[in-house]
Every structure is written in C-alpha cells, then in structure tokens.
C-alpha cells in the first residue's frame, strides 16, 4: 500500500527492514459509515523475535549514539514531514468514522505531539546522551564521597499497543517520548483502523529520518511477541482493562519485571458547581462541553464524559439543555459535510455499546436517543456503524453499580444528581480511578474542596469558568506537557507528561563515588571536584576550548557601611536588617546591620566577570541563589567561579554554559552560592 488506498489492499506489517504480508488469509475491514471493504489485514508468518533483535541491535545503538537534541531535531524534522502531509491522511480518516474534526485531533493533534516534544527536548533537556536526576547527594564530611542519580536509556525496544479509536496520535504520543529517549518501537495498532497507522509508518519511513530499526509495525496479531521481551524492555497498552489485565499477568512480563503502562477504561466525570445556576456562564459551558465530548469521535475517546455529575436542584434543567443540543446533532457519513457526529469504529462496537446501553439502562432513565433507531442525515444505516446520542438519567444514585462501572464507549453519558459537595465528590470516585475529571464553577471554595478530593482518584482535573472559556483546551484534551493517564481502574500509567514521559522509558540509576570521577560520568562538575585555575581567565575561551572545572579565584572586596547604605539608597531597598542596627541586632538572625543579599550577588559580578568582548555572549539568568552567611561591614568576599557544564545548542554556534558561584567571607564561610546560565560561542572570532 502506497500513500493512496486501493480496493481491498493488503494491510501490511514493517519487519526487520521490510514491508510484508501475512501468509494468512486476512481479516476485511470495512468502512464505518458505508459497510465497503477498505483492507484486509493479518500477521501470520511474522518473526517476532526477530523484530525485537532488530530493534535491540539496529534501532536502539543508533538512537542511543544521538544526544537529546540530536533525537529532538529527529522529531522535529518528522513533524514537518508529515504536517506537510496531513491531506493524504485526512483523506482516508472518514473511512474509520471521524469527522474533519475528529481527524484533526488524531492527525494533526498526534503531529504537534511530535512537534512539542521536539521542542521541550532542546529546551528541557541537555546536548547530551545521559540526564542527571536531582542534585549530588554528599555521602562523607570530607567531599572525598559523593553520589548522583542518573538516568540512561534502557537497552530493549518499547513494545506499543494500541486502541482503534485514535490511529494516528495513539502512534505518535508514545512515540514521542519512547525515541527521545532512545529507545525504538515496535508498535501495534488496533486492527479496525490500522490502515491508517499503515499508511503514516510507511510515509515515515519512506522518509529515511529516523534511524534503520527505530520503528517497526505490527499489523494483526502480535503471535508470540510477548514471550520474548526481556527486563530492558516497555510494554504500554491503551484499550480495555479485561485485555490490559491480561497482558500485565503475561509470564514473561511478570518473570522479568518487565515495565508495563496501561491506560484502560475509564468512567470520567464532569462535575457542575453548586453556584452554576442555568443563569450564569458555566452552566451554558457545562452542557456544552457534555455534549462536545459526547459527540466528538462519536464519543469513542478514553477521556470523553461518562458521568454528569449535577445539583439535584439543577438536574432537570441540566437534562433539558442537554438533550435540546443533542436533537440538533447531525448523524452521518462524516464525509458530508453537515455531519457533526460520524459512526462508531464498526458494528461490533455498535453492539457493544447496545449492550452496555441495556446495562446502565437497569438503573437509568433513557431520556433522550434511541440507540436502536439512528437517525442520519447521510450514510447507510444498515451497512453502517451508527447510533444516536444516548442520555440517561439515575434519579437515586445511592447503592447503584452500573452506572460507576458500566462504560459505554460511544455517544452515551448519565446523569447523576448530587445532594452536597461530598455527595458530588463520592460519585466521582465511585468510578474507580480515572483519566479525567473537569469542574465547572466560579466558586474558588468549591473547587478548592472538590479538586481535593479528586485529585487522588484523577490523572487530570479541568476547572472551566467563564474567564478561561476562550482559552480553555476542554475536558478531553490530553495535552503533551501534561500527563496522560490515571490510577486505578484507570490503570495506573502516566503517558505523556512532557520530560515525565520520557523518563518512563529510561533507567535511574544512582552512582557513587569520589566528587573527580562522578564529573566525569556526568560530564557535571560537583563541589569537591578538581578544578583548573589558569592565568587564562575561562571568560576567555568559547566553548571549543572551555572544560568542565575550569575556574578562577578572585581577589577578595571588603564590604563597608557606605556600601550598604548606598546600594539601599540607590535601589530603594530600605530593610530595617541593613538600615537600623538596633531592629537588625532584634532579629535572630543577624548580630547587627547587615549587607543586601542582592549587594553580595552584584559585588561576586565585579569580582569575577571579564569585562572585554569575547566569547561570552549574554548572562540569562541564575539558578539556585541562596544566602548562607550574613554579611556584616568589614567583610572581606572572595568568589570561587567553577565551569559547572556545558551545553552546546545543536542548531547554532553558541550554547549555554552554567557557572557555580561560590561566595566566602574572610572565615571561608559561604556566604552565598548560585548558578550563573551564561551564553557562549563555540568559536572565538578571529
């Protein structure tokens, strides 16, 4: 299969280099809307453990060989590649049932995924192949040993499989992360919509931008792949919480620990609060957003609202309003353009969502849909995958099970009244652990009490009001800065995250030693380390010459008291502590007037920096200021500058170099320690 679809092609996998067909006789997939043959796919003959070999002795060396920026500028470049591309997979997206605008949360929105990462890796993240975890952690009195937390990339292949309801950013969110990391994928999308997936990997890697073996492609069954994954190996699963069940007990998963992340079912709720009145602004944005994420993808989302959590007070006119919006929903093939709500993945989802529909329907009210009745306004209602929007009611939610356990994954959400703040938040737990709840109010005490208790039993919590209405990303937006994922039935996984992600797919690891050689594992100097004083001042070379260590020791300035009063005068900074020696000798922290902290910083500047123009470009900022010592008039300060690490930008011909700053008085006491973030040119100018 090419970048266009043909009449029943062959859904291919991508194998230790190549593209092949099952040997089977293949399972059809059908169009959502039309019931049509769209492919054909199957995996029987495939060498699964040769494709973690692949993966392990081709994919993983190249990819840990890279530096974070250099696997960034990978994603980046891949991004670009396919947003450039984003028509060809749009085009064949409605055959799985979504909308343009459910294809753009799943094409475009699993592309910016790529893009955000690409960014937050050369921002967040150093030019190097190792992360430092937290700070050293002296272990002797002496500085002689120390240790530092570390994380590297593990050594196995990450293992993804995913759910049908998103084809695109299902891939690309756990891609992301997995090669920034790197580590390769093999990935596995769910059958119903894996043509999609197919299509995207091929365009990928006929791209040649990432490295042979970084990405390989399951299309069917995953065989016996699984009995061969070793404790270096990820496995994340996102689909039902029976499957994900049964794959976390798998033998080898268990007999070699390996890491396993799981995102399953998952009953979110949206609560509304107490002061949201049908008058004011967070009503109206309450029901609408019910009704969006009831509707978008045709409520096939992991995040999507299953529960309406409302006032009992209010949940008549909560009822209404919903249902008034869900009447004017249009239903059909989602190429036609009036159509706000497609099918459903397939008509074994249909009748899946029947059935839980007739479960939850024991102890709620049907009051608006009939999900035996589609109403369209285009597609084939026979052939196709469709159902209305279904609303129920539980008048007496107390004791009922169903409805905090039953999910519905389509159109479908309840209704569920509560009587207080804790009513609300119980019903809201009762579902298990969840990937989302959101909150609608204006009332800071009620979402300071309801995000409390919620927070244990949610990956994420959305507060909506009316100040946030315009800019607010929604309740079922799971962004890549924030994590995605949640506890319980939930199933415990924190995908995304921004840089949490990434770590999921690394080892931490904590390395002990002498303060010398701990610099040189992490390339970081650490207090007790040698340093190399020159006559060459370090503010003199670019960083094709500047080394880790490299420091100067300056001459010391004694503090004075006009010192004091001028800098207090000079910037408005009046303190008692440094104006008036009887409240200064008051506090029990000072012996007497004592010098701005902000004096010492600026005194430490004029001890250490080289004033010439040189390769030293810019100070952009300071890390980790704290004052240790008071500084009294008659102080002598002298300044310790060390060459703390050194990170060159990969796209440009300076980077970014931080200094430890050490202060002394005249006792060796520090007085003050800091980072100075300096930028500096790889090369002197001639």
Not at 286 to 311: D, L, N, S, W, Y
Request: net charge negative.
């Amino acid at each position: 299969m090419s970048a266009s679809l043909s009449a029943s092609p062959r859904v291919e996998s991508y194998a230790c280099g190549h593209w092949l067909s099952g040997s089977g006789e293949g399972k059809p997939l059908l169009d959502a809307a039309t019931g049509a043959p769209v492919a054909q796919i199957d995996s029987t003959g495939l060498d699964f453990k040769g494709m973690l070999d692949y993966a392990r002795t081709r994919g993983g060396p190249q990819l840990r060989a890279m530096s974070f920026h250099q696997r960034a500028l990978l994603l980046k470049t891949l991004g670009q590649m396919l947003m450039a591309d984003k028509e060809v997979f749009y085009a064949h997206s409605s055959a799985t049932g979504a909308t343009r605008t459910d294809s753009w949360i799943d094409i475009e929105g699993g592309i910016s995924t790529l893009l955000s990462y690409g960014s937050k890796g050369r921002r967040d993240l150093p030019n190097t192949r190792l992360l430092i975890d937290g700070s050293p952690e002296p272990l002797s009195k002496d500085s002689t040993f120390s240790a530092q937390h570390i994380l590297t990339p593990l050594e196995g292949v990450a293992i993804h499989i995913n759910a049908f309801n998103f084809p695109c950013w299902g891939m690309l969110e756990k891609l992301a992360p997995t090669l920034l990391a790197g580590m390769p994928a093999i990935i596995k999308p769910a059958s119903q919509t894996a043509y999609l997936t197919e299509l995207m990997v091929r365009r990928i890697i006929e791209s040649g931008i990432l490295p042979d073996g970084a990405l390989q492609l399951i299309c069917g069954s995953v065989g016996d792949l699984l009995d061969h994954v070793t404790a270096q190996d990820v496995v994340t699963f996102t689909g039902s919480a029976t499957t994900g069940q049964m794959l976390r007990v798998h033998p080898a998963i268990i007999r070699h620990s390996t890491r396993f992340t799981m995102e399953a079912d998952s009953l979110n709720a949206a609560v509304l609060g107490i002061d949201a009145t049908p008058d004011t602004v967070e009503f109206d944005l309450f029901v609408r957003e019910v009704v969006r994420e009831m509707t978008v993808k045709a409520g096939q989302k992991c995040t999507a609202i299953r529960r309406v959590i409302v006032p009992r007070q209010q949940a008549d006119a909560v009822a209404s309003a919903i249902c008034a919006k869900l009447s004017r929903v249009k239903v059909g093939n989602p190429t036609d353009d009036q159509v706000r709500m497609g099918p459903l993945a397939s008509r074994d989802q249909v009748r899946e969502v029947k059935d839980c529909v007739a479960q939850l329907r024991a102890e709620a009210e049907l009051i608006c849909g009939d999900p035996d009745n589609p109403q369209l306004v285009s597609g084939d209602v026979e052939a196709g995958a469709f159902i209305n929007p279904v609303l129920l009611y539980c008048d007496q939610p107390a004791g009922r099970e169903a409805i905090h356990a039953v999910e519905a994954f389509g159109p479908v959400s309840t209704i569920v009244p509560y009587e207080s703040v804790d009513d609300a938040i119980d019903q809201a737990r009762r579902g298990g652990g969840s990937l989302v709840a959101s909150v609608f109010t204006n009332n800071g005490e009620f979402a300071r009490d309801v995000v409390a208790g919620l927070a244990p039993w949610h990956g994420r919590v959305m507060l909506g009001n009316r100040l946030s209405a315009k800019s607010s990303t929604g309740h079922g937006s799971p962004l890549p800065m924030l994590v995605h994922g949640g506890p319980g039935r939930a199933g415990g996984g924190e995908e995304l995250g921004g840089i949490r992600g990434v770590k999921h797919y690394m080892q931490r690891t904590a390395v002990q030693g002498t303060p010398g050689l701990l610099t040189s594992v992490t390339g970081q100097w650490m207090t007790g380390a040698p340093q190399s004083v020159s006559s060459e001042h370090p503010f003199r070379k670019s960083l094709a010459t500047l080394e880790v260590g490299d420091a100067v020791l300056t001459d010391a300035r004694t503090v004075t008291l006009e010192d004091i009063e001028h800098f207090a005068t000079f910037t408005g900074d009046t303190f008692y502590a440094h104006m008036d020696a009887e409240a200064a000798k008051a506090n029990p922290f000072f012996d007497g007037r004592v010098a701005h902290g902000y004096l010492v910083v600026s005194f430490a500047a004029g001890l250490f920096v080289d004033p010439a123009p040189g390769p030293v470009l810019a100070n952009y900022g300071v890390d980790n200021l704290r004052f240790l010592t008071p500084v009294y008039p008659g102080d002598a300060l002298q300044l310790s500058l060390t060459c703390k690490a050194i990170n060159p930008r990969e796209t440009e011909e300076h980077g970014e170099v931080r200094w430890d700053c050490t202060v002394t008085n005249q006792d060796a006491a520090v007085v003050a320690q800091y980072d100075v973030l300096t930028l500096v040119a790889k090369h002197t100018s001639e």
